[in-house]
C-alpha cells in the first residue's frame, strides 16, 4: 500500500511542477546518444591504446579505428552486381522419383 500511495503522489507532483514546454522525450534521446558517443569514445581509446604484436591485432585496430571516426568503407554496386559465376541451380530430380 505504501509503494502505491508513493507512486500516486509522485505523479501527482510531477504533474503540477513537471516543466510546460519541455519535451522530455527530445532530451531523453538526445542525453542517450551523448552517453553513446561517450562511451564509443572511451572504449575505442582504450583499443587504439593496447599494444599488439599479431596481425590480427592490428587489423582490428583499424577497422575500430575507421568506424569510429563514421567513415564506413565505400562499397561499389557495380561490384556486387556483376557476378562471374552464374547462380546455382539445383540438381535435377532423378526421373526414378516422378
Not at 538526445?30 to 558517443?37: F, H, I, N
Not at 569514445?41 to 599494444?51: D, T
Request: aromatic share 6%; proline share 7%.
Amino acid at each position: 500500500m505504501f509503494l502505491l500511495r508513493s507512486a500516486f503522489w509522485l505523479t501527482v507532483m510531477f504533474i503540477i511542477i513537471a516543466p510546460r514546454d519541455a519535451d522530455l522525450g527530445r532530451v531523453a534521446g538526445e542525453y542517450s546518444r551523448q552517453a553513446l558517443e561517450a562511451g564509443q569514445k572511451v572504449v575505442v581509446s582504450q583499443v587504439i591504446a593496447s599494444q599488439c604484436d599479431s596481425l590480427e591485432c592490428a587489423g582490428g585496430k583499424a577497422v575500430i579505428a575507421v568506424l569510429a571516426g563514421n567513415q564506413l568503407p565505400s562499397v561499389d554496386s557495380t561490384m556486387q552486381d556483376s557476378s562471374t559465376h552464374p547462380v546455382p541451380l539445383p540438381r535435377p530430380r532423378p526421373a526414378w522419383m516422378g
